[in-house]
């Protein structure tokens, strides 16, 4: 089968690097991919978002399947293109529908879906330009730190935790009026402030069944200590340590469960993955967010603890016939460290040339921003790659991955050096 990949980050490198070693796939293409894809996959120059080149590729290589990494083709409806579409309607899509996609498009729409269906979450309300006023007065019922959600996209920067009052109108009033987000602070999300332990579970769903895979803690903040700006994510481990089975059966019977079973009740068409963000509050798991497709970087630690195929798993999916699939799941734990253009999530530069990717040993380098200039393997984004090895424990793989990094170098190339230091 021909298969083609939405996306250019590390979590479609992890996708692609997993899908061509079943025997399923006889031809992957990536669009538009980077340099870590282009070594084991065909990439095409070719925007997610422009879903007539994707039909011209699909119809003119004869793909069989379509893989959608990131969260903006789905959130534009890429699902209900092909749905709609008599030359593709026959070709399954891996991601949700349009409606689906809500989730993560609006954070407005996913906390309405939470409290309808009874699913643990933060008190909230939403504001325009219009009540900013009312959001100042909302802040001052809550208890700081003040939590400020764009509602739409935001490349996971879209969100603003203050402690201070005058700061947190300050900020509310930059967002809605000033337009800090753009369009996606059109509208804000302000929440009361949980405090917890974060952690990601990841489900992928064919809309009636559904496979809890492993779990993962992602680093948010740039600085070591969890200081700092966010950023797309500086790190990852699974499987998180302190998640044991009551916690697990909790998240299961009270968030998943009925997340899958909403879609059902709601008239949702959901043919992909679920990414749950949740806190632990004194062993009681609360919602924060739904994403509509797999995390980066957790992807570069879930997708490699999956022993099963995942093409196969991506046909049960399509086929809604994943009640029938076992997954297998490596035992052993896997890390991953992001490694960045100095600079970021600000401004920083592109085109430095990466050098020490040939001495890795024992671990898997996923590429982010990279791309070939030339021959040479160049930065071409924040996010560089990231360095994802294999241990007993956490502890040992973070160890290994650690070693690796040591031996790459680009100018200004930044990581933290604590990631997995909290769980120990």
Not at 305 to 310: F, G, P, T
């Amino acid at each position: 089968m021909t298969i083609l990949l939405l996306g250019s980050g590390g979590r479609e490198h992890a996708f692609a690097w997993k899908m061509i070693q079943s025997p399923l796939c006889d031809k992957l293409f990536v669009a538009p991919g980077n340099a870590g894809t282009a070594s084991i996959a065909n990439n095409v120059d070719i925007s997610p978002t422009d879903f007539d080149a994707v039909k011209a590729l699909v119809l003119q290589e004869k793909v069989g399947m379509v893989v959608v990494g990131p969260e903006d083709p789905l959130v534009k409806g890429i699902f209900d293109f092909f749905k709609n579409d008599n030359d593709l309607k026959d070709i399954p899509v891996i991601g949700p529908s349009k409606l689906g996609a809500t989730l993560e498009g609006s954070k407005e729409f996913a906390k309405e879906f939470l409290m309808k269906h009874n699913i643990p979450t933060a008190a909230y309300d939403s504001f325009t330009a219009e009540t900013v006023e009312k959001g100042c007065d909302f802040l001052e019922t809550l208890q700081p730190p003040y939590v400020l959600k764009a509602d739409g996209l935001a490349a996971g920067k879209g969100v603003l935790i203050i402690h201070d009052l005058a700061e947190a109108k300050e900020e509310l009033r930059n967002m809605l009026v000033g337009q800090k987000f753009g369009a996606a602070s059109s509208k804000v999300v302000i929440e009361e402030f949980l405090d917890g332990i974060e952690l990601s579970c990841f489900v992928l769903t064919d809309g009636k069944s559904y496979k809890i895979l492993p779990t993962a803690k992602d680093y948010k903040r740039i600085g070591e200590g969890d200081t700092g700006l966010n950023t797309g994510g500086m790190g990852a481990v699974s499987p998180v340590p302190y998640v044991d089975a009551v916690l697990m059966e909790k998240i299961e019977t009270r968030i998943v469960k009925p997340t899958i079973e909403g879609f059902q009740k709601d008239g949702i068409e959901y043919k992909g993955f679920v990414f749950i963000g949740l806190i632990n509050v004194k062993n009681e798991p609360i919602v924060i967010e739904y994403n509509v497709r797999m995390g980066d970087p957790e992807t570069e630690v879930v997708v490699p603890r999956m022993k099963s195929d995942l093409v196969e798993l991506f046909l049960a999916v399509a086929n809604e016939k994943l009640d029938e699939f076992e997954l297998e799941i490596d035992e052993r734990s896997a890390t991953t460290i992001v490694v960045v253009s100095g600079g970021y999530p600000e401004d920083f530069e592109k085109g430095k040339v990466i050098s020490g990717l040939e001495t890795i040993e024992d671990s898997i380098v996923f590429h982010a921003g990279t791309k070939l200039d030339n021959g040479k393997v160049v930065s071409n984004g924040g996010r560089v790659l990231t360095v994802t090895s294999y241990g007993d424990n956490f502890e040992e793989a973070i160890k290994k991955s650690y070693q690796n990094i040591d031996k790459l170098n680009f100018d200004k190339m930044y990581f933290r050096k604590d990631i997995g230091n909290d769980l120990k």
